[in-house]
């Protein structure tokens, strides 16, 4: 640290993180499902100041052909970010960044969902940032897991996701943007609820086996909450769509 | 779908429309502004089912050697596949192109941005306006959307700090300081189904359209831009009469934008 251009002097002060929160704190998340009527399956998630919006289509027929795998179903994930999303305006389109995103994403999703049931078919699933303050991919994640619900895709589990890692030595839950930038460990992670399986793990910093140890329990509880949260938002749905039907 | 003509047909040769509107009425539309906390300037706009972000980024860059004096405005859509089964992942389509060079030619012909106030040093240093529109979700007529969106979030740009002494721009930093809005260009897209006009084509009707003009008109009655679409032909009165029609409507569109 100190390196860096524009880095805060600390990153924790008086025992709090310069947004207020404890070191295993999460930010507010909210979910909101079906917000895009023309997709079968769709979701916003808002994690602080992190947006993503996400639809799913399909199982639909597999275009261009190349990609069709008759054992399974192709899982076309795409993530991007929105130009005007970041500090600095991203050129639209695809790059290294993103491709590589929405590839482990894809691994992410891929062992909730009964890929076999849908072979010879594809699912696109397809996430925008709006708003990045760190933590894109896991919003991704939690919005492509309730979309896939959403769109009646037939699930194992939903996926949840969280983003921990170290800032000023402290480990932490679910950094936002300055931790992210200034911060020296960063690691998202994907699980199963369920089963606790992990599906995504990424880390970039140093990390001791303790500390890998610890950051995985805190992810996990997280995720707990998480998938509570993911419930909530798939039953609003539904309950007031079956309360409509009944009227 | 092939049905669907003979029956829209019918339905505006008696002044009606499928989901209930007359000829020149538009679905509910709902703007809200300052939705997108990294953007300079944002909005989202919903007419009926049709939804659209615009997001506007505001950068320092060179000018073009015919105005080096001139800020520059760059107009960008996105045609997610998040928002249509139809759309495609790839390079920019025909149809984005053209949506956003529409929505350009709107707002640059009448100079609603005052361009020249962009200039931080002749030749070398301007602002550069960014205007980026995604369609969320498309139920026809992204062109009025994208417009409006546009013209919305233009209203409430703030610019970024420049540090002149490091010569960039501090992203993080918002002056309060409005990007110079002038005039309030407001798009109005009609279509033509076997020889009925009609304005705010949904989805359905988008697809059975004969023809397709968009007309941008100003506070002062005049247009800044005109673009027909469509395979079929206007005569030269339907574009006289919608002209009429794009001012009277415009009025309209024009107070739903928020002052702030």
């Known amino acids: ?247 | 779908m092939a049905m669907l003509k003979p029956y829209m047909t019918e339905l505006l040769a008696k002044g009606k429309r499928e989901d209930g509107r007359k000829p020149f009425d538009y679905r509910d539309i709902k703007i809200e502004t300052g939705i997108i906390a990294r953007a300079n300037g944002s909005a989202r706009v919903l007419i009926g089912k049709t939804e659209v972000l615009v997001g506007v980024k505001l950068d320092v860059g060179v000018p073009f050697p015919d105005s080096p004096e001139s800020g520059v405005l760059m107009v960008n859509a996105e045609l997610l596949p998040l928002a249509s089964p139809s759309f495609e992942f790839g390079p920019p389509s025909k149809d984005s192109i053209e949506l956003s060079r529409v929505i350009d030619r709107g707002i640059r012909e009448c100079h609603a941005i005052d361009l020249d106030k962009l200039c931080i040093k002749p030749k070398e240093k301007v602002w550069m306006v960014f205007i980026d529109i995604y369609p969320i979700n498309d139920d026809g007529n992204l062109l009025d959307a994208g417009a409006l969106g546009a013209i919305a979030a233009l209203k409430t740009t703030l610019l970024p700090k420049y540090d002149e002494d490091e010569e960039k721009v501090l992203h993080k930093e918002l002056t309060k300081t409005k990007l110079p809005v002038q005039k309030i260009p407001v798009l109005t897209t009609f279509g033509k189904l076997s020889g009925n006009l009609f304005v705010d084509a949904t989805m359905r009707e988008e697809k059975e359209v004969d023809a397709r003009l968009s007309i941008a008109t100003i506070e002062d009655g005049t247009a800044s831009a005109m673009q027909k679409g469509g395979s079929g032909p206007l005569t030269a009165e339907e574009v006289i009469e919608l002209t009429e029609k794009a001012v009277e409507l415009g009025k309209k569109l024009r107070k739903l934008i928020p002052s702030k």
């Open chain 1, 1 to 247: 640290m100190g390196s860096k251009v524009g880095a805060p002097e600390k990153l924790i002060v008086n025992g709090k993180r310069l947004d207020g929160r404890k070191a295993n704190e999460m930010r507010e998340m909210e979910i909101e499902v079906g917000v895009i009527p023309n997709a079968d399956g769709s979701a916003i998630v808002t994690l602080g100041g992190t947006k993503v919006i996400c639809s799913v289509y399909g199982p639909k027929e597999v275009l261009p052909r190349r990609n069709l795998d008759t054992e399974q179903a192709f899982l076309n994930c795409v993530y991007g970010m929105a130009s005007f999303s970041t500090s600095e305006r991203v050129r639209p389109g695809p790059n290294r960044r993103s491709t590589e995103i929405s590839k482990v994403i894809a691994d992410a999703l891929a062992p909730a969902i009964f890929m076999e049931r849908y072979a010879g078919m594809e699912i696109t699933v397809i996430m925008e940032i709006i708003n990045a303050n760190a933590g894109t991919r896991t919003a991704a994640i939690n919005a492509a897991s309730v979309a896939l619900a959403d769109a009646g895709i037939e699930m194992r589990d939903l996926v949840c996701s969280i983003a921990s890692g170290k800032a000023d030595g402290t480990l932490m839950l679910d950094l936002f943007e300055p931790e992210d930038n200034f911060g020296e460990v960063d690691m998202p992670i994907a699980i199963l609820p369920r089963t606790k399986e992990i599906t995504l793990l990424q880390m970039d910093g140093i990390l001791t086996k303790a500390e890998s140890k610890k950051l995985i329990d805190m992810s996990i509880k997280a995720c707990e909450e998480i998938y509570e949260i993911q419930k909530k938002a798939l039953q609003k749905k539904y309950a007031t769509e079956t309360q409509q039907e009944t009227e």
